[in-house]
């Protein structure tokens, strides 16, 4: 019997195994052998060695992607956790028409990505778009926002937070989960809702903080769609995400042999990225359960 149940589960098993095997684990490999070689799309690829690995230490435009990525990451990480954590906050009380208000912070999230870009081009217009429209009524100063090479990453950061629903959803998940009794103990103790933020939510939420650290941090150097859509990477290369270069030499340039290298090394930052944060967590992640870090 227990034979038996090995064998129809590797069965029912087996078209996911495959998948995978196929779909992913051999294009990694496919990749990797293609980053050791000089192939432009429509020749024949040559073995090159670490060549492609050599020509990114001089690859301005590399350093510049990289920088321009985590500039991006160290801004628009930390604040989609804000705002998500301080609306789900607001969003697990108890009040009138909640599911609503819960929907409506949820609902930009649906929007699809390229519709979602466009929709804020117009936002960001100099001319006539939304902001400056706002700020004109106002009687403020108006920016070129993302035409501008010292406005365009902090315009893409603020722009980020519109798709917080994900995040939100999780965090008001996590909140619902912290024990009651532990907030009625503080009470009892006299502490008002600040020491019920400090000693008992944000503590109890820092597993769920961790994560959508870690998935806000791997997302973000994956950032595409803004750049390929808005700005082309410009002005002057200020928008010039690490994936939208790796797109640039594959597909533009045709260099797939440097492609597949800069997805490589972008695999191995985002790698060594999650290990330190892990290795951090130990410090400030606090689980219930004891020897659970």
Do not use: C
């Not at 804000?82 to 789900?88: N, P």
């Not at 929907?103 to 699809?112: A, D, E, H, K």
């Not at 933020?197 to 941090?217: A, D, E, Q, R, S």
Request: hydrophobic fraction near 55%; proline fraction near 5%.
């Amino acid at each position: 019997m227990r034979r038996f149940e090995t064998r129809w589960g590797l069965l029912m098993a087996l078209p996911a195994i495959l998948g995978f095997v196929i779909f992913t684990v051999g294009p990694m490999i496919a990749s990797f052998v293609f980053s050791l070689t000089d192939w432009q799309i429509g020749g024949t690829p040559a073995f090159a060695g670490l060549d492609n690995y050599r020509t990114m230490a001089g690859d301005e435009l590399f350093w510049k992607s990289l920088g321009v990525t985590t500039y991006y990451t160290l801004g628009a990480v930390p604040l989609t956790l804000i705002v998500s954590f301080a609306v789900a906050m607001l969003l697990n009380q108890r009040a009138r028409g909640l599911a609503v208000w819960r929907t409506i912070f949820y609902l930009p999230t649906l929007v699809p990505a390229i519709a979602n870009v466009v929709l804020w081009i117009w936002i960001f217009n100099p001319d006539f778009g939304l902001l400056n429209s706002m700020l004109r009524q106002a009687g403020l100063p108006t920016s070129q926002w993302v035409y501008s090479e010292e406005m365009a990453i902090p315009s893409l950061i603020v722009m980020s937070t519109w798709g917080f629903g994900n995040t939100m959803v999780i965090f008001l998940a996590g909140l619902q989960g912290v024990p009651r009794h532990l907030y009625e103990a503080v009470s009892i103790d006299g502490g008002g809702p600040w020491r019920r933020f400090w000693h008992v939510t944000l503590p109890m939420m820092t597993p769920t903080i961790f994560y959508n650290l870690v998935v806000g941090v791997v997302g973000t150097f994956q950032v595409f769609n803004q750049a390929y859509v808005m700005t082309e990477g410009g002005p002057n290369h200020a928008t010039l995400f690490y994936v939208y270069y790796l797109f640039r030499k594959a597909f533009t340039e045709s260099e797939m042999g440097y492609a597949s290298a800069l997805a490589w090394v972008l695999f191995m930052i985002i790698m060594v990225v999650t290990f330190l944060m892990f290795r951090n967590a130990r410090r400030w992640v606090y689980y219930e359960m004891a020897g659970a870090r």
